[in-house]
């Protein structure tokens, strides 16, 4: 082998170990997500069959979102590509008012299981359970600081009356404290007699990938003519 032939293949072999080491580190994180869901999904109250079916639901959406991810290379899944009906069950019926923004990996899983979530307890007990409810998917973006501010609400109005559940299990959980969690954000949970409604607020940075600022220049060392 000559020196370039040499030079390309520890290059090969260089590359190869940094795609292992990223796929690792993908399998471990859908492996650490989709046990979090199996184990959670465990309520008690729950026949098995009502378990299986709620789990299968659950990955389903998280497998939906993991190919979009794929399709992107891992680098980004749009927001609104969630609202699907692959992910979400009655996506047709859920009004969406908001910009396009590009979820990193962590954030796509992350609002994929939250819409699903949400969707699936509206089509139980909330406005997608009767042919008149209507819910209202909308989001926006605070740029009035230096630290962009993601803001979302679902409103549901025109079903059944609502009232807060009185056992919590893997939904209560995610609305409240894992998708909060997740995108260092806060959320409010509020059973208002009108219907259930859900806000979710976030630093943008924690969604997206934020590009590294580029260094400053440092200064030209002029030489200082006399006067």
């Known amino acids: 082998l000559d020196v370039d032939e040499v030079a390309q293949r520890r290059s090969a072999e260089e590359r190869l170990k940094v795609l292992i080491h990223e796929l690792n580190h993908r399998v471990r994180n859908v492996m650490s997500v989709a046990q979090a869901v199996v184990r959670l999904s465990f309520t008690p109250g729950l026949s098995l069959a009502e378990i299986q079916k709620t789990c ?16 992107s290379d891992w680098r980004s899944v749009g927001l609104l590509s969630l609202m699907s009906e692959e992910i979400i069950p009655f996506a047709g019926r859920i009004q969406v008012d908001g910009p396009d923004i590009s979820l990193r990996a962590r954030s796509a899983q992350t609002f994929a299981l939250l819409f699903y979530e949400l969707a699936t307890n509206a089509a139980k007990h909330g406005a997608l359970s009767v042919p008149d409810g209507k819910v209202q998917l909308s989001w926006h973006i605070d740029n009035l600081g230096s630290d962009p501010v993601f803001h979302l609400l679902w409103k549901e109005s025109g079903g059944p009356p609502v009232e807060a559940p009185q056992r919590r299990g893997f939904g209560e959980l995610l609305v409240r404290r894992i ?10 949970v509020r ?22 600022k580029a260094a400053p220049k440092p200064a030209a060392q002029g030489v200082s003519k006399p006067a």
């Open 56 to 71: 299968e639901g659950r990955l389903q959406a998280l497998a939906q979102a993991m190919s979009m991810l794929t399709a």
């Open 179 to 188: 998708a909060p969690r997740d995108v260092a954000g806060k959320s409010q």
């Open 191 to 212: 059973y208002e007699s009108t219907g259930f409604e859900y806000e979710l607020e976030a630093p943008l940075r924690e969604l997206i990938d934020v590009p590294a």
